[in-house]
């Protein structure tokens, strides 16, 4: 996000907070569509119509059919919402495992330093995608759909989790060596207080930024796999199962509106990113 | 040096070099070892056989041999070579070499893909009394026993070059691994007027969308792998051949395995007849055909494919979509239906994985669609996508699984092609293989008709058994046939002289009469 960090704060007569703001404005349409979408849509996103397969836009299907004959608006809601969701449980999941081992690299003493160390190095340079093929192939084939996806996301939040770890030891191992918690150590403050009034508030804003930034990339990592037919199983449908028809590049020339599932997952990560970056200021 | 290296881009400008791509590297370049498609291309322009099927009239013809009979009611295979054969650095070709081509093939200490197939054929002797000669005699009659030369390259016993020396169309010059091979016309090749390109060049492209591209910028001259939706993204070029029905089918089996790790009551349903043919009756094969591969396929029949014109039983006809006999049947089981859910005669509701590979977006609409359909009987199916070793692991070593949804591919149009699968005691009999005892009597009957078929030397007597064979086939429903897509190809203007085929390989079995036209005159 450097390159939009330097628009708005150099060419754009924007302020990070303006960025943030149209950033949740942007965000809160999406999630009001998502929330909505349902509600108003009146197909089902798993009925197949086959005598109405790849239809262009129209009053009954708002964004076509697919290849299948399903209302395309239907299942981009759905499973945006399913994105969405498991995503931001998984993010939330990775966080707190992060905020958990990231304080004790920083409180543990030297060996739990030099040890989360080992594990972030090892967990950030290890291919871990390959864990969602190989978890993948050992699942229980009764698995529903919904547990299966569950895991995938599981499986990327467990992947994304070092980068917020890391982050947190630094924040909270700054924190602690710096002059003003000193300062509030020198006034009395010990214990419970010292964490309550001085690091948590000031450790807060580095969790939720890690959390801005997890989200999309959980997202992006599941429109991934869905890429590859490893996303979430059928008949659920996805953000990345949408995108799995753009790889024919006809497609895109034939069926613009297709891109929809794509641009709005676009949208959405730099949005989340956007208020990640107001988060970090 | 400046002159010299436009002479060879002129050179190289004006041979005519066909360019083609496949997906993956060949397995192999020894080609008695090749099991993948990719090595056959490869084995199928450097080296000649004894006879060729032709894949048009689909009747096998003479290529090395200028003639072949069989002799002392089919215990005696004559192939009479032709004159002055030589191999591409000069070596001379003649009985010998195809005594010793055969005999590696027998050879007890090597498991050649092919030697299982010579193997059981029972050949007792391979005679040479001359050097246009050979003589190969079997202990029983064998049908079909020509039929087994149209794979057999013949191969050099004294060339230097040994397997390299070829006697194909083409001589391969140079293979960088991932990237290319080349090929230069053999000056030795028996058939005259040589062929009309000068050189072939093949490119590794793994990617189907580049090799779509490269197709259009004239990059390549064919593309013999379409699946539908790249037919159809062709189609407005003008360029795009649809050869028909292939021998290919996309089918569905379910596990029958006895010692499978999988739930009893499933054993039950999978082994039950009524169950299988129950769920073939619920499915629309027509849309099959229709949304998943655009109207470019046939609804499936059973194991030998319409295309097999000579061994097709005519009477036979895909299983339709029929809602009544899908009742009836699971009621006779003694499934009900209950709140949606359809239940045995225990009360186990019917659900069941269906496993199919992660990188095919066909079987995975038609995974889609076959959901669908069994939801409208009450039956819930999990679609579970797999890579392929994965798939491949579960299928043949821990046979943990419920249902698969996988393609078989066609090779040869001669019934003794369905050995491998359908006979009981083999390890490809997917739903329960090595058997050692035929497990049910439909299974000991199939194992009887095929046997007897590869016996019976009167094609009339093999038809009657092929068609017993498929009969038994489609009233027992073990694999459920879905669709048998077609011939998917794209060939430049420039080609002249292609006759594309649904058998493999369908643009280039014909490549001594294929000619590349300049790309103006093309146009």
């Not at chain 2, 397995?27 to 060729?52: G, I």
């Not at chain 2, 037919?231 to 569905?252: H, N, R, V, W």
Request: net charge positive.
């Amino acid at each position: 996000m450097r390159i939009l960090g330097l628009l708005h704060t150099r060419c754009l007569p924007f302020s990070r907070g303006h960025m943030k703001n149209l950033a949740s404005m942007v965000l809160s349409g999406v999630v009001l569509l998502l929330v909505a979408g349902p509600v108003v849509s009146r197909h089902d996103y798993a009925a197949q119509d086959r005598d109405l397969i790849l239809s262009s836009p129209g009053s009954e299907h708002w964004l076509g059919t697919d290849s299948l004959g399903r209302d395309n608006f239907a299942r981009f809601v759905v499973g945006g919402r399913l994105s969405v969701v498991m995503a931001a449980t998984a993010a939330g999941g990775a966080c707190a495992v992060a905020a958990f081992v990231g304080t004790i690299g920083a409180l543990g003493g030297s060996a739990a330093r030099t040890a989360t160390a080992i594990v972030f190095d090892v967990m950030l340079s290890t291919p871990w995608y390959l864990l969602v093929f190989v978890i993948r192939a050992v699942l229980p084939l009764d698995t529903s759909a919904g547990v299966t996806a569950a895991v995938t996301f599981g499986i990327l939040g467990f992947i994304g989790w070092a980068h917020g770890a890391r982050a947190i030891r630094d924040a909270v191992l700054g924190m602690v060596t710096g002059p003003w918690i000193r300062q509030a150590r020198a006034t009395g403050a010990a214990g419970f207080t010292l964490w309550r009034a001085h690091i948590v508030p000031n450790v807060g804003p580095v969790l939720v930024t890690q959390f801005l930034l997890l989200l999309p990339t959980l997202m992006l990592g599941e429109a991934t796999l869905g890429m590859l037919g490893l996303g979430i199983p059928e008949p659920l449908p996805s953000w990345g199962g949408s995108l799995v028809e753009l790889v024919q590049t006809n497609t895109v020339l034939e069926r613009p509106w297709a891109l929809v599932p794509a641009l709005l997952l676009a949208i959405s990560s730099i949005s989340l990113r956007a208020l990640a970056g107001g988060e970090s200021s | 040096m400046r002159p010299i290296l436009l002479l060879a881009t002129l050179a190289s400008l004006a041979a005519a070099e066909l360019r083609f791509s496949i997906r993956s590297d060949p397995k192999t370049l020894e080609p008695l070892a090749v099991t993948d498609q990719n090595s056959d291309t490869v084995r199928f322009l450097t080296t000649a056989r004894l006879v060729r099927r032709n894949r048009i009239t689909q009747k096998l013809e003479a290529e090395l041999a200028e003639k072949w009979e069989i002799r002392d009611k089919g215990l005696t295979l004559v192939f009479r070579l032709r004159p002055g054969l030589r191999y591409s650095d000069g070596t001379v070709a003649d009985s010998q070499d195809v005594k010793t081509t055969i005999q590696r093939l027998l050879d007890p200490a090597k498991a050649y893909p092919m030697s299982e197939g010579l193997r059981a054929a029972g050949i007792t002797s391979v005679e040479t009394p001359g050097p246009l000669e050979v003589r190969i005699r079997t202990k029983e009659p064998i049908a079909g026993l020509d039929s087994f030369f149209e794979e057999v390259p013949v191969l050099s016993s004294r060339s230097p070059l040994g397997d390299k020396a070829a006697l194909g169309p083409f001589v391969l010059t140079e293979y960088k691994r991932g990237t290319s091979l080349r090929f230069q016309k053999n000056p030795n090749y028996f058939r005259k007027p040589l062929p009309r390109l000068d050189a072939v060049r093949i490119d590794i492209q793994a990617n189907p969308e580049l090799e779509r591209a490269r197709f259009e910028r004239g990059e390549l001259h064919f593309l013999s792998a379409l699946d539908a939706d790249g037919f159809a993204a062709l189609q407005k070029t003008g360029q795009t051949q649809d050869a028909g029905p292939t021998l290919d089918s996309e089918i569905l089996w379910f596990n029958q395995n006895p010692g499978a790790p999988i739930p009893e009551h499933k054993k039950k349903w999978f082994t039950s007849r009524e169950f299988r043919c129950a769920l073939s009756a619920a499915l629309h094969r027509e849309d099959l055909v229709r949304v998943a591969y655009g109207g470019r396929a046939v609804p499936g029949v059973g194991p030998v494919a319409p295309s097999a014109k000579e061994w097709f039983a005519p009477k036979l006809r895909a299983q339709p979509y029929d809602a009544k006999q899908t009742q009836t049947l699971l009621t006779r089981a003694g499934f009900q239906l209950r709140n949606g859910l359809l239940l045995d005669s225990s009360g186990n509701p019917v659900t069941f994985s269906l496993l199919t590979n992660s990188t095919s977006r066909v079987r995975q609409r038609m995974a889609a669609m076959i959901q669908q359909d069994l939801d409208k009987i009450g039956i819930k199916i999990q679609v579970v996508l797999l890579d392929m070793p994965s798939l491949l692991e579960r299928m043949t070593r821990s046979s943990n699984y419920d249902a698969v949804l996988l393609g078989m591919v066609g090779i040869d149009l001669d019934p003794n092609d369905q050995m491998n699968i359908w006979m009981s005691t083999s390890s490809s009999h997917a739903w329960n293989p090595s058997q050692k005892q035929p497990a049910t009597p439909w299974e000991a009957e199939i194992d009887q008709v095929l046997r007897a078929q590869f016996h019976a030397t009167s094609p009339a007597k093999r038809r009657q058994f092929m068609q017993r064979f498929q009969e038994i086939v489609a009233d027992q429903a073990p694999v459920l046939y879905l669709v048998h897509p077609n011939a998917l190809a794209a060939v430049s203007r420039q080609l002249t002289g292609v006759k594309v085929s649904s058998l493999l390989p369908r643009v280039i079995w014909n490549i001594e009469e294929v000619g590349l036209a300049p790309a103006e005159t093309a146009r």
